[in-house]
């Protein structure tokens, strides 16, 4: 009979950006039955100090201080490391593409016509860098300006309070509106706090986007938070194989990084604004925006913007490259897409009529002509 492998999870179980990597180690564990898991602790952020003494086989581990790397330098099994918060360990790591991220994340804040942007950012924290990197590798051709601000990584309320008088006085020395993104969701209850207390909009004046995806902040505070969720089931997967092959192969030499391609990027209210500098095109983009969930006629649009339809339709296709029929089907397809993946058992009735559709039925041919696909195959 093979010997199973003792393996330890040092790092925090529950934790949202983690929820993937779980399953991807699971799923490892599925195809190769070797190994038998034992984890630091739930909530445990310092798991590692729990592995001094622990007598096992290997041990997946997020080494997030200086603190964590001496221990795991000291232990008598292999490790790899799952955390992105140094540019370089000597332990071999899996870790996401923060890069590619801050990148699409400025590519949709782009796509809103803000011509100035923002980042927050974590100190001394690699992975923060990275995105700040990718966001700036988009704008650098646009020769928009980028500001950014790093605070230190919040785990108390002291912490807290500290970040939101940096970014409060980081926030007035701003010229709006900018487009923002935070280093993480959890950044976003500062944020909105700042602008309800200075009586700005998001996403009017400031359209916000986080990275993580966390459900319970994302969809619970007004307006949703458009986010960007990482592909973490690979994530867990690929870090899991690392460590057989290290367990298999004690004597070799340390791999490269492995960086898990590939996210989603979910995009709610927080981010639904379209910035045009013409007053009545700009009227006639905040009714159809305001009113997506409701039917409305384009001489609606037409009496809002006080103009005529020959006037909306060149100035549609001028400013935003549409026809404002097409621009109008575009956010309810859009909107469709956030529904279905924020609320999976939400009827597909309910959804077209949020929607702004006549019926479920003319939802799905208005999709599938778009699309190439159902609504329920998403």
Not at 47 to 73: M, Q
Not at 82 to 92: D, E, L, V, Y
Not at 276 to 293: G, H, M, Q, Y
């Amino acid at each position: 009979m093979q010997q199973l492998h003792r393996i330890a999870l040092a790092f925090p179980h529950e934790h949202g950006t983690v929820r993937g990597l779980y399953k991807g180690i699971l799923e490892y564990a599925q195809d190769f039955p070797l190994f038998t898991f034992r984890h630091t602790g739930p909530n445990d952020l310092h798991g590692v100090r729990k592995l001094k003494s622990w007598k096992g086989d290997g041990a997946i581990v997020s080494l997030n201080s200086e603190e964590s790397l001496k221990i795991a330098d000291s232990l008598a099994f292999p490790v790899v490391n799952i955390s992105g918060a140094f540019n370089t360990t000597k332990h071999p790591r899996v870790v996401k593409d923060h890069f590619e991220v801050g990148r699409s994340a400025a590519e949709h804040l782009a796509s809103t016509g803000v011509t100035s942007f923002g980042y927050i950012g974590i100190k001394n924290r690699w992975y923060s860098d990275q995105k700040l990197d990718g966001f700036k590798s988009f704008l650098n051709h646009t020769g928009y300006p980028v500001h950014d601000i790093f605070v230190e990584k919040i785990e108390d309320l002291e912490g807290e309070e500290a970040a939101f008088l940096s970014i409060g006085k980081w926030l007035d020395n701003l010229r709006l509106p900018i487009g923002l993104l935070l280093d993480t969701d959890a950044l976003y209850g500062i944020v909105s706090e700042l602008c309800h207390d200075r009586g700005l909009s998001i996403p009017r004046d400031m359209p916000v986007i986080g990275i993580n995806n966390f459900s319970a902040i994302c969809l619970t505070r007004t307006p949703n938070l458009s986010s960007i969720e990482y592909g973490d089931k690979q994530y867990g997967y690929r870090a899991m194989k690392m460590l057989h092959d290290l367990i298999e192969n004690p004597d070799s030499e340390k791999p490269d990084d492995i960086i898990i391609k590939g996210h989603k990027l979910f995009s709610r209210d927080s981010t639904a604004v379209t910035f045009v500098e013409d007053p009545r095109l700009d009227e006639a983009v905040k009714f159809i925006r305001a009113n997506l969930s409701t039917f409305f006629s384009m001489d609606d649009v037409i009496a809002v913007a006080n103009c005529s339809r020959r006037w909306l339709e060149t100035a549609f296709k001028k400013h935003l490259n549409t026809t404002p029929a097409n621009y109008i089907q575009a956010l309810r397809i859009k909107k469709v897409k956030q529904l279905v993946a924020d609320y999976p058992r939400l009827d597909l009735h309910e959804v077209a009529r949020n929607c702004g559709f006549s019926s479920k039925r003319h939802m799905e041919e208005v999709f599938r002509k778009v699309e190439n696909m159902d609504p329920s195959e998403l």
